[in-house]
């Protein structure tokens, strides 16, 4: 998904669509990465001593600083159903 992205960043193409994908898809993952680590360590992966509190803490901004995954989807889906006759 991201050497596609960046195959049409290179050649000049639209990429916005794939971007947000790449973005959506990795803050997701990061999020759901960090919640398995964090329940896999109990109590102790929350505590500030620890690296994982501190992920725990800032990976919730990936989806939120630049721009709402919700708003994301929603472009990404407008441009899935673009050529879609709503007849």
């Avoid at 725990?56 to 050529?83: L, M």
């Amino acid at each position: 998904m991201v050497r596609d992205a960046a195959r049409r960043i290179a050649a000049d193409e639209g990429a916005r669509v794939p971007i947000l994908m790449c973005k959506v898809f990795t803050a997701n993952v990061v999020q759901g990465v960090i919640d398995d680590a964090v329940w896999a360590c109990g109590g102790n992966g929350i505590e500030k001593d620890h690296p994982l509190g501190d992920f725990y803490e800032s990976v919730r901004q990936f989806r939120i600083v630049d721009g709402a995954d919700e708003v994301h989807k929603r472009v990404i889906a407008r441009d899935a159903f673009d050529d879609v006759d709503p007849d």
